[in-house]
Every structure is written in structure tokens, then in C-alpha cells.
């Protein structure tokens, strides 16, 4: 078998989630040999993870991009979102989001750029995105932020070394940002 059928094999089985018997009346191969493939692929995959994933860069002091230049040190934004799926009849409260439907919640980073540098998938959809993130600061192959650099994140987590969110006190609105500079409501003192 030659290596594009190799690669074209563990393509489609992570960009489908297709099982092995799938595969072998697609490619009229054996499973052993489909399976024996798809590992040889993966584990070059593996090995060439450190050409293949892109570090997170933090944001000069000097940047000149206007709407990052505020950023200094940002690696750039984190933050959960759902994902519906299909789950057994058991397992159904368990992936039941706050809104009623099954999903699953998934935690991702993405650089200033706007590409994935981080994806945690496989959470059930009931647990909030700070108890997501908890898990994986845990792990010990997860997300690690270098000092003194930060991820901005939403108001569904909290401050912490390497995490910036909104302060909750004060409301945001693109708006009130117009050209950089914040515009001043007038504000009621009088009730």
C-alpha cells in the first residue's frame, strides 16, 4: 500500500469517525491492515507534532495592529462551546445543557490569528466551562500558559495567573469602543 493510501485512510477515519468495517469496503483492504495503516500514520503524526503545531506567540509591546496593541503578552482568546451529539438514553442528563439540549462541551484556544492551538473535546454539555478548564490546568499534558503571558477569556471563568476576564461590575459594548476610544455614558444619579 503506498503511503497517499495510507495518509488518505487516517484522514478519513479522524475527519468521519468511521470504524474500521467501514473502511475495508471503502478501501477493500483487511481490518488488520487498515488498522495496522491508520497507527503507522498516527504515530508520524505524533512524532512530527512539534513541526505540525504552532506555539502560541504573545503580542509584541511594540505591536502596531490596532486592535491587538492593547494586548501585551495576549496568546490570544479561550473559551467553551457546545457541540451537539448523540448520546445513550442513560448518559442523557448527564450531557443536558442548561438551554435542554445534548451536547457535549468542548474547550478550545485560538491565536490572535484566529487558528486552533488548543481543542478539549468530550465533556458532558452540564459542566460548566470553568470546571473544564480546572480539569485540564490539572492534567499533565495540558494547556500550559508561560509566564507572563495570558489567554482572554469570557465572563463564564474566573481572574487568575494567566487567564484575563472581564471585570463583571462593568458592561461592554462594541458601541461604547467606537475608534479606540471609550465614549462616556451619562449615568442617572438621581432616582
Known sequence: MDIDEQVAIFLHIIAHNVKNRVMICRFYRSGETISRHFSRVCNAVIRLHSHLLKKPQPIPEAS?????????????????????????????????????????????????????????????????????????????????????????????????????????GQRYHLNDLRDGHQQLRQKNYIT
Open 64 to 168: 502596531t495592529d490596532h486592535r491587538w496593541k492593547w494586548f501585551k503578552n495576549c496568546l490570544g482568546a479561550l473559551d467553551g462551546t457546545y457541540i451537539k451529539c448523540l448520546v445513550l438514553l442513560e448518559e442523557k442528563p448527564r450531557y443536558r445543557t442548561r438551554k435542554g439540549e445534548i451536547a457535549t462541551n468542548v474547550l478550545w484556544v485560538c491565536s490572535p490569528d484566529m487558528q486552533f492551538i488548543f481543542v478539549l473535546p468530550g465533556w458532558e454539555g452540564s459542566v460548566a466551562d470553568g470546571r473544564v478548564l480546572r480539569d485540564d490546568l490539572d492534567r499533565p499534558h495540558g494547556l500550559k500558559v508561560p509566564r507572563p503571558c495570558y489567554y482572554s477569556v469570557d465572563a463564564g471563568y474566573t481572574n487568575g495567573e494567566g487567564f484575563l476576564a472581564p471585570y463583571r
